[in-house]
């Protein structure tokens, strides 16, 4: 239902901050498990990537985040779906990242 933000992000971080690329690469590769299984918050992501990286700020960073995911054709279905059957959807963002986006789906 939508865009998977990496590894646009990844790059606009190394364009907007000069953030070297391979040590953006470096961080996601040993942050990756944790953060998708749940294991950190949100909020401990922002502050390992920001203590890492001194450069990068956490708002500015989200921002460029949050811009990468973008809706896919298929969320405008649900609403045409859920007359048929049940909708659940399982996705591999995190939760945070994605509800600006799907909103409008919840109230199927």
């Not at 953030?19 to 498990?33: A, D, Q």
């Not at 995911?69 to 659940?88: K, M, R, T």
């Amino acid at each position: 239902m939508a865009t998977n933000f990496s590894p646009r992000f990844w790059k606009r971080l190394e364009e907007e901050t000069g953030t070297p690329y391979e040590g953006l690469m470096l961080f996601k590769k040993e942050i990756r498990s944790e953060l998708w299984k749940g294991a950190i918050t949100e909020e401990a992501f922002w502050t390992r990537l920001c203590t890492r990286f001194p450069v990068i700020q956490k708002e500015q960073a989200k921002r460029l985040l949050l811009s990468n995911i973008q809706p896919l054709p298929a969320l405008e279905d649900i609403s045409v779906w859920h007359e048929y059957a049940d909708i659940h959807l399982l996705s591999n963002h995190r939760a945070e990242w994605i509800e600006p986006i799907l909103a409008d789906g919840r109230r199927f």
